[in-house]
């Protein structure tokens, strides 16, 4: 029995249509993705830290003497110019009250001096009445020796005597001015404080200001007593501002003194410049907000932006600073977000005629969004970025931005 080719073309039609639903029913549509074509061009690696800015000289005023510092001859912002303008004045200290007993034993000392004073007076007369007597004895002896009627050894001792009562004169006024010294000091004891209507401000100190700036801070405006060291003020220049930046250790050890920064966040329309001066030689534990132990110390950065473009920066004011680890001009780079682990391993899916690879790359320095490619790439390949867990090496693909 022979077949009709009428029938033959409609089982083949039949079977070919089966194909084709079977086809679109257990095809896999392409998978939207975003790519990225790696390009060369300048990469850096930078550091982020929070810092504070502070002036870099800073003069603390205190007292040098223990007495009433005066209420203060300036106010917080108040230029001053070196060594003329007068930025504190303290008094000497007045005497204190006596109480009862003190003022009798004060007294009692008083009238003990003026004794001793007495005394010292009437030695003196003595001592004077005594040397008068031994002068017009010697002067008499020394005639009489011109006439021979004395011997010159009687001479001699006339002029003995006469040098001991001289001697004793003195050693009278000596004690004259002791006990004079004793009574004035004594008399000190009975001084009461003065009044504030009796002040005079010429016997007090003037303390003038040793650099060119402003005012800080003042520790208390007003009138008050103060001991010797007691702080009055602050004093430093604005315009020679620094910045303390907070940093890990671990991040540290990465830089060197010159390295630059972008400082952010400080409240200008524009960022400024600084380079890294110094760090600190030894780390202090802290603990971060996340309650982590943390090894930190200070890295210490000059502002290198002229002062008229930071108008308005002062010192305390909080900043953002990007330090600048490394950096070159020309390196082959790929976003971080095209990149993956595969077996300790970095790797990337590389598309190519709607196809994408994985593809295992060695990677150099690691940027804030880019990494330094050194091989596994070329320049103008495309990559997936964000791949999902769904994209497999071999899978179709398409480009996002071209889906509609």
């Not at 022979?2 to 679109?24: D, F, Q």
């Not at 550091?47 to 007292?63: F, H, M, P, Q």
């Not at 650099?211 to 003042?218: A, F, K, M, R, Y």
């Amino acid at each position: 029995m022979s077949v009709k080719p009428r029938t033959i073309a409609l089982v083949g039609l039949g079977a070919a249509l089966m194909l084709g639903l079977g086809y679109v029913a257990f095809r896999q549509d392409p998978i939207p993705v975003d790519l990225h074509t790696v390009t060369r061009g300048p990469l850096e690696v930078t550091i982020n830290a929070d810092g504070v800015t502070r002036i870099k000289d800073i003069y603390d005023i205190a007292s040098p003497i223990t007495g009433t510092a005066m209420r203060s001859p300036v106010q917080v912002g108040d230029p001053v110019v070196a060594g003329e303008t007068v930025v504190a004045i303290v008094r000497p200290a007045t005497p204190a009250l006596l109480d009862s007993r003190s003022l009798q034993q004060a007294q009692a000392t008083v009238a003990e001096a003026e004794a001793a004073l007495h005394v010292a007076e009437t030695n003196l007369a003595q001592a004077t009445e005594e040397r008068d007597l031994a002068r017009s004895h010697y002067e008499r002896t020394r005639k009489l020796l011109e006439r021979d009627v004395v011997s010159l050894s009687q001479l001699e001792d006339a002029l003995q005597h006469l040098a001991i009562t001289q001697s004793a004169v003195e050693a009278a006024e000596a004690r004259i001015d002791m006990a004079q010294s004793t009574l004035n000091r004594a008399q000190t004891m009975l001084q009461t404080p003065q009044s504030q209507a009796e002040v005079d401000l010429s016997c007090c100190l003037e303390i003038r200001s040793p650099t060119d700036g402003v005012v800080l801070s003042i520790a208390e405006t007003s009138e008050r007593p103060v001991v010797t060291g007691a702080p009055l003020l602050r004093l430093g220049d604005p315009a020679e501002l620094e910045i303390v930046a907070d940093l890990l250790s671990s991040d540290a050890v990465r830089l060197q003194p010159g390295a630059s920064a972008v400082v952010e966040r400080w409240g200008g329309p524009n960022p400024l410049e600084a380079t890294l001066t110094s760090i600190a030689p030894a780390a202090q534990t802290k603990v971060s907000a996340l309650g982590i132990e943390e090894q930190r110390l200070d890295a210490i950065f000059d502002i290198t932006t002229p002062q008229d473009q930071r108008a308005g920066l002062g010192d305390g004011f909080a900043v953002f600073l990007r330090i600048t680890e490394w950096r070159t001009e020309d390196a082959l780079q790929v976003p971080l977000s095209a990149l993956f682990k595969r077996s300790g391993n970095w790797a990337v899916f590389a598309a190519a005629d709607g196809i994408a690879t994985e593809q295992i790359l060695r990677i150099g320095r690691q940027g804030v969004q880019f990494a330094e490619v050194l091989d596994g790439l070329k320049e103008g390949d495309m990559v997936v970025t964000h791949p999902n867990d769904q994209l497999a090496s071999g899978g179709a693909i398409a480009d996002r931005s071209t889906l509609q």
